[in-house]
């Protein structure tokens, strides 16, 4: 079946370290995201990739970086420059729009990641 | 500038209990809505969409109806099941760009 995978499940991180995210789809989508999600509250988007080879930053970019060398693969690096990473990491995709206006399609999201600090 | 607000939680309510559940947004342009649900530990599901006014989203008893007049788009279902609890997102897309817009997420527990 299509969709997103998210890995690891649940991660570690030592103080000073990066740790790397992967999300991976084989939906054919062109635009993909990454979101932070801290208990109890929303959403926030930290980067989000429009087609390969191009990113943008989202509203909480500090301390995290991306890259988009295929279709299919969004790694998320969170940094040593990242003070509080501990959260639960969502990322999603999303098709272009068909045939009409570009935002008719939703997004689709993975399972997410869990990053704690040990 | 764009945003999505919610009605605040938690909400709980008894099986076989109507639910309303309140989003009204903010948009340029002609938004399309959404709305999401989140089980413990898991990502979002679309739950049902609206892309125009007046459209009805419906799915798995949810029903929502994107009113431009009053800029909302409430969720809403008959009839309540234990197997409903949930957090739901309201959220929209606007017609330009590739953003989507959340709000804040309202958590629903039923009880039997």
């Known amino acids: 079946d299509g969709g997103i995978t998210q890995s690891p499940k649940y991660l570690f991180r030592k103080e000073g370290q990066n740790v790397t995210l992967s999300c991976e789809q084989n939906?054919?989508?062109?635009?993909m995201y990454w979101y932070r999600q801290d208990p109890g509250q929303g959403l926030r988007l930290i980067y989000y990739?429009?087609?390969?080879?191009?990113?943008q930053k989202g509203d909480i970019a500090e301390g995290y970086s991306v890259s988009r060398e295929k279709k299919e693969s969004f790694p998320l690096t969170v940094t040593s420059a990242q003070k509080n990473p501990t959260a639960f990491y969502l990322c999603?995709?999303?098709?272009?729009?068909?045939?009409?206006?570009?935002?008719?399609?939703?997004?689709?999201f993975g399972d997410g990641t869990r990053l704690s600090i040990l | 500038g764009n945003s999505v607000t919610q009605m605040e939680g938690p909400v709980t309510l008894s099986e076989e209990a109507f639910l309303t559940i309140n989003c009204t947004y903010t948009?340029?342009?002609?938004?399309?809505l959404f709305w999401y649900v989140q089980y413990p530990g898991e990502g979002l599901q679309l739950l049902l969409k609206?892309?125009?006014?007046?459209d009805k989203g419906s799915n798995k008893g949810f029903e929502a109806t994107y009113r431009k007049e009053t800029t909302s788009f409430h969720l809403e279902k008959g009839s309540v099941q234990v197997s409903d609890s949930a957090v739901y997102f309201c959220?929209?897309?606007?017609?330009?760009?590739?953003?989507?817009?959340f709000g804040t997420g309202t958590s629903l527990t039923v009880i039997p």
């Open positions: 939906l054919n989508h062109d635009a």
């Open positions: 999603a995709s999303r098709a272009p729009g068909t045939g009409g206006p570009l935002n008719n399609q939703p997004q689709h």
């Open positions: 948009a340029t342009g002609y938004p399309s």
């Open positions: 609206a892309t125009k006014a007046d």
């Open positions: 959220a929209l897309a606007t017609n330009t760009g590739n953003q989507f817009y």
């Open positions: 990739s429009q087609i390969v080879n191009d990113f």
